[in-house]
């Protein structure tokens, strides 16, 4: 079946603009998450949602940053006023279900490379 | 306490050869330990994983070695095949909380 899809695969923009990416996670998944990796570096965890609800946004860097997911299934991920140090790569990752006594594979898509001039 | 500390950053094997890289953690509430494999252009896909109730866990020829009291872990690619040659990243979480937390990576080259 498809995996977990991310638009664009590529985006680039101006200092100061308003950016959204977009996220298709794998269909039935509850679980959605958004993570941050920088050249060189290991994926950083922004926000997951547990249906349609920010269960933990404490990866959020600040307020510019903010995440939507109103059906519990597409996600968003909204960047304010863009800067040159939000260049990176955003990937989403999504999971059968959460709980408290649970791991889930994160399967994950290929990302969107943002790279702000 | 969040972090978790990868080592090499690169590493180079012949083919045939074992691939080790190594990762520790400070956090001991950290309770599962997975392995994922990226290629360029791909995003993170998972290799292997641990819980600390065992001290190793073998997967065709990708192994995780679990060392709890030194709150350290690694992965050994047997018989390392140029197919195998990608970034590494070892991660981290606890039970409910869901997030990973991954490691710096390792960029493995395996020559022919």
């Known amino acids: 079946g498809a995996g977990v899809s991310q638009t664009p695969s590529n985006k680039v923009t101006e200092k100061g603009k308003y950016v959204e990416l977009r996220c298709d996670p794998i269909s039935g998944h509850t679980a959605l998450y958004w993570y941050r990796q920088s050249l060189g570096q290991g994926p950083e965890f922004l926000i997951y949602f547990q249906g349609t609800g920010a269960a933990d946004d404490s990866g959020l860097p600040n307020d510019r940053f903010f995440a939507v997911r109103p059906e519990g299934s597409v996600s968003t991920l909204k960047i304010q006023r863009t800067e040159r140090g939000d260049s990176a790569v955003y990937l989403c990752a999504s999971s059968p279900r959460s709980g408290k006594s649970s791991y889930n594979e994160q399967f994950f898509g290929p990302g969107t490379r943002l790279t702000v001039l | 306490q969040q972090q978790v500390k990868q080592s090499p950053q690169s590493l180079i094997v012949q083919k045939g050869g074992i691939s080790i890289i190594n990762c520790a953690y400070e956090?001991?509430?950290?309770?599962?330990f997975p392995w994922y494999q990226q290629f360029p252009g791909k995003g993170p896909a998972l290799l292997i994983a641990i819980r600390p109730d065992v001290s190793e866990k073998k997967e065709g020829r990708f192994t995780i070695s679990f060392n709890k009291s030194a709150k350290q872990f690694s992965l050994h690619i047997m018989d390392s095949q140029p197919g195998d040659s990608a970034t590494y990243f070892c991660?981290?979480?606890?039970?409910?909380?869901?997030?990973?937390?991954f490691g710096q990576g390792t960029r493995l080259t395996i020559n022919p």
């Open positions: 956090n001991t509430a950290f309770d599962y």
């Open positions: 991660a981290a979480s606890m039970r409910g909380a869901q997030k990973l937390v």
